[in-house]
């Protein structure tokens, strides 16, 4: 099945999508609703993120290939992550399918894409044993993780590297009733394949974050938790056109735009 | 003036706080509202967290004395912030007046407050100039940042250390109109004060930040900065009542409790 929230006018509603069209529901896909009469094409309406976070978590480093290339660009050995030690990122640099990537103006060359799977918690859950993590799990979108790396070299936070404003693309919907082991994550730019790698093959995997999360923190619908991506991310420049995709899941696009 | 969000029965609103009562208001403080006939006894409410916030951010180190302290624990040279990086604290963790601070069974010794002022922010902003920095500040409240010192330092992000939940007590209300250069911190453990500072004796202040803040990110009304803390703090243990005053904004007091 699949979820999406969208705007019509000033109205703004969590919708089942088929095929070409959506229809609106009232309440939220992980809770109560109910299913509306009002259908619309997908043309009509415009895609929103499909959810606003409570907590935005996200995980760093979390395939291996990853970390080899990264630390073979800095010529140091790689190190692997022991521990699934989540981070966060902020709701003020989400951006929906097909809105611009703004590059700020004094961002440098590294400007680069991450192409991840996202996972949406659906209920309330503290202490969730591995075996069964992944029954607090809603469905899955596709993420964007839009990085500067000067900025995350240099500072002490990641603040503007990660999360300045539009560097964290989601969408463009939740797709439930899928095995996320069996997915796999291309990366294109400009229609050019640049990156493919099996979405599964991470260092820690969904269940063990979730066990682990939830050893101290209470996991609340609508949270999403950024997997992390693999493989070596290329450099963007305005007017570059940056596709996600995971099979299963659908293509989450974003074109670059220079902040004006 | 006074904010606060509470709850009386399943009803959770904004109200005044006047004296010993709270009048409800319907909206939020700073956006469109109207003032209710509810009005209710301050004993008869539960206070909640007075926002919660679309993005919470959290200034690490932001005070002389803290950094030389931590250093000198630490038999390292004190190093200052050179520029006013962001970071992040997650919504899991807030927990309000009066309500308690849960040790987890495996936390260790090391487990402190830290006492700070909260700006709210109370109209959306981008590239905001220092000298119209306060503007954007709706008004104050207190926060205590707790913190286990030794997930601090062996995890690879701070998620546990400073975001398992309860581990961020916010509150009691938010008062505006003050002057935040002329507020005093005081911290009491069991009543005994074991720390006082200028609240405005910060390396980097809230005006700085916002405008740092806002070259790349967007505030929002509700987002909430937490302006870091002075002093060593000291540990504490089940049982311990914390209570952090700032001079003109109240007593945020919260109870130790250990994990059952």
Same mark, same amino acid.
């Given at each position: 099945?699949?979820?999406?929230?969208?705007?019509?006018?000033?109205?703004?509603?969590?919708?089942?999508?088929?095929?070409?069209?959506?229809?609106?529901?009232?309440?939220?896909?992980?809770?109560?609703?109910?299913?509306?009469?009002?259908?619309?094409?997908?043309?009509?309406?415009?895609?929103?993120?499909?959810?606003?976070?409570?907590?935005?978590?996200?995980?760093?480093?979390?395939?291996?290939?990853?970390?080899?290339?990264?630390?073979?660009?800095?010529?140091?050995?790689?190190?692997?992550?022991?521990?699934?030690?989540?981070?966060?990122?902020?709701?003020?640099?989400?951006?929906?399918?097909?809105?611009?990537?703004?590059?700020?103006?004094?961002?440098?060359? *590294?400007? $680069?894409?991450?192409?991840?799977?996202?996972? !949406? =918690?659906?209920?309330? @859950? /503290?202490?969730?044993?591995?075996?069964?993590?992944?029954?607090?799990?809603?469905?899955?979108?596709?993420?964007?993780?839009?990085?500067?790396?000067?900025?995350?070299?240099?500072?002490?936070?990641?603040?503007?590297?990660?999360?300045?404003?539009?560097?964290?693309?989601?969408?463009?919907?939740?797709? *439930?009733? $899928?095995?996320?082991?069996?997915?796999?994550? !291309? =990366?294109?730019?400009? @229609? /050019?394949?640049?990156?493919?790698?099996?979405?599964?093959?991470?260092?820690?995997?969904?269940?063990?974050?979730?066990?682990?999360?939830?050893?101290?923190?209470?996991?609340?619908?609508?949270?999403?938790?950024?997997?992390?991506?693999?493989?070596?991310?290329?450099?963007?420049?305005?007017?570059?056109?940056?596709?996600?995709?995971?099979?299963?899941?659908?293509?989450?696009?974003?074109?670059?735009?220079?902040?004006?």
């Amino acid at each position: 099945m699949q979820w999406c929230r969208f705007q019509l006018g000033d109205e703004i509603s969590f919708g089942i999508v088929e095929a070409d069209h959506v229809i609106a529901i009232e309440g939220t896909p992980w809770g109560p609703h109910t299913v509306t009469a009002r259908r619309h094409s997908l043309t009509q309406i415009k895609i929103l993120i499909p959810v606003v976070p409570p907590t935005f978590y996200c995980v760093g480093i979390n395939y291996k290939d990853h970390i080899i290339k990264s630390a073979q660009r800095k010529g140091i050995e790689p190190i692997f992550p022991k521990k699934p030690d989540i981070g966060y990122r902020a709701n003020n640099a989400l951006c929906a399918h097909e809105e611009p990537i703004i590059k700020p103006a004094d961002s440098g060359e *590294t400007f $680069q894409y991450e192409g991840e799977l996202v996972a !949406i =918690i659906g209920k309330q @859950g /503290k202490k969730i044993p591995k075996e069964k993590a992944l029954d607090y799990v809603f469905g899955w979108t596709i993420g964007n993780d839009v990085s500067e790396r000067t900025w995350q070299r240099g500072d002490r936070t990641m603040w503007r590297a990660k999360n300045a404003d539009t560097f964290k693309p989601m969408g463009p919907w939740i797709v *439930t009733d $899928q095995d996320y082991r069996k997915m796999t994550t !291309i =990366i294109r730019l400009n @229609g /050019k394949e640049v990156d493919r790698f099996a979405t599964s093959n991470m260092i820690h995997d969904v269940e063990t974050y979730i066990a682990e999360i939830t050893k101290y923190i209470t996991l609340y619908p609508g949270d999403v938790i950024w997997m992390g991506t693999d493989g070596m991310p290329q450099n963007m420049t305005a007017g570059d056109v940056c596709e996600v995709e995971i099979t299963g899941l659908g293509i989450l696009r974003n074109k670059v735009i220079a902040e004006s």
